[in-house]
């Protein structure tokens, strides 16, 4: 059975830092996509940023470029965001996703694309 669990979330204050991570148990995703999305309650969920299997190709959503960085580790079958500068509207429940389709982290930023899901980390930024 696969897994993906998050970890990282919390409150902090506008301006601060986190950094979550991910880690995939039940099978390797060290040759496909993983990527982070978030939802906040009563909108749709969203991209955040996808990074390919080499770590090689990544994608950004426009609101987290510069602010926000996604990284791999393949040995450890886990993915980061490390996620700075952090504003009151980055506040939202964070999944990490990957997917036995894609291998690329262009092209992914669609929820659609991906078959595993994590269970989410709250993230809350106090202004």
């Known amino acids: 059975q696969v897994q993906l669990v998050e970890s990282g979330g919390g409150l902090v204050e506008a301006g601060g830092s986190l950094r979550l991570s991910c880690v995939a148990r039940g099978r390797t995703f060290s040759s496909y996509t993983m990527a982070w999305f978030r939802q906040v309650s009563g909108k749709e969920r969203e991209f955040v940023a996808a990074i390919g299997w080499n770590g090689m190709t990544i994608d950004y959503a426009d609101f987290v470029k510069g602010r926000f960085t996604v990284s791999r580790d393949n040995a450890k079958n886990a993915v980061h965001l490390q996620m700075n500068s952090l504003k009151h509207e980055d506040t939202a429940v964070y999944y990490c996703?990957?997917?036995?389709?894609?291998?690329?982290?262009?092209?992914?930023?669609?929820?659609?694309?991906?078959?595993?899901w994590g269970q989410g980390t709250q993230v809350t930024v106090s202004s």
């Open positions: 996703a990957t997917t036995l389709r894609y291998t690329s982290g262009y092209g992914v930023q669609q929820a659609g694309k991906y078959d595993y």
